[in-house]
């Protein structure tokens, strides 16, 4: 049986012999139904109209994304540390090169996903992995589509994946939204992954949050302030976002602060 994937939001589904009768993940006031109706693919139909893409990020990180776009148009970052590799978010696709690739630089040890946006194919991944465990916080199991015996369900603020690779749970966008800190990102200097939690915008010297960002909802003055907090004891200078390009390349932490009090600024009409 297939595991039917909605074509908006890139979630793969239990096995089923129909499509299921609906998307919960789009169904959410945070996503939404196209006007054209809910509309499922297998990973086998869009490994006959797609392909993965790959690009350089910076030492140790390589992004993957899907070409054309797909769904939400993420792309995930496979992360190599001397500690230990991990996929950071994921996408729908998963092809032959791609596997190959990271098989070929050392593997992964785990799979970490920022919030269930971007669950899509992880199972898949996992499995043409090796079976590594998948972590995602324990705060949005209810979103989990297609469960699996890989799937860790993390609890509390942070967990330490390996020396210097630590999830930090920030809350806001999903309850358990979570963000990656990398501390030899940035030559040194420490990286954010931060997927939609602490969204990179389009001038690339911002970040912003949202509750939902295709329909605008915006998020809490000090739910903002409990993100901010979160990540407050971790040294980073870059932070990349969820989508290609969305990278603040150099000062990411002065630029947080001075995001979230533009934020507060705009909330409170001072
Ligand atoms: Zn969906
Ligand atoms: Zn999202």
């Not at 994304?65 to 590799?85: E, K, M």
């Not at 799979?111 to 465990?133: E, K, Q």
């Not at 369900?153 to 994946?161: A, N, P």
Request: net charge neutral; aromatic share 10%.
């Amino acid at each position: 049986m297939p595991n039917f994937i909605c074509t908006t939001c890139g979630t793969q589904h239990a096995a089923s012999e129909q499509p299921p009768a609906g998307c919960a993940i789009c169904q959410d006031e945070r996503q939404y139904i196209k006007v054209t109706g809910q509309q499922w693919t297998t990973l086998e139909r869009l490994r006959l109209t797609s392909r993965t893409s790959i690009r350089f990020e910076e030492p140790g990180l390589i992004g993957i994304g899907i070409d054309p776009p797909f769904a939400i148009g993420q792309r995930a970052l496979f992360l190599r540390t001397p500690q230990g590799n991990i996929l950071w978010d994921c996408v729908s696709l998963l092809d032959e090169s791609v596997v190959e690739m990271i098989r070929a630089l050392g593997g992964i040890a785990a799979l970490a996903i920022s919030h269930p946006h971007y669950y899509t194919a992880m199972v898949d991944w996992s499995r043409a992995l090796g079976g590594v465990p998948i972590y995602l916080h324990a705060a949005d199991r209810s979103w989990v589509m297609r469960p699996d015996k890989a799937i860790v369900f993390w609890e509390g603020e942070t967990k330490l994946l390996a020396e210097g690779l630590t999830l930090v749970r920030c809350g806001g966008h999903f309850a358990g939204g979570t963000v990656l800190h990398w501390r030899g990102g940035a030559d040194g200097k420490g990286a954010l992954l931060s997927g939609d939690i602490i969204q990179v915008v389009a001038d690339r010297k911002h970040v912003s949050f949202m509750y939902s960002y295709p329909n605008y909802i915006p998020l809490a003055a000090n739910v903002v302030e409990q993100i901010a907090q979160a990540v407050e004891p971790f040294p980073y200078d870059r932070v990349y976002g969820a989508f290609w390009d969305m990278v603040i390349e150099r000062e990411g932490k002065a630029v947080v602060a001075r995001s979230v009090e533009r934020y507060r600024r705009a909330l409170s009409g001072q």
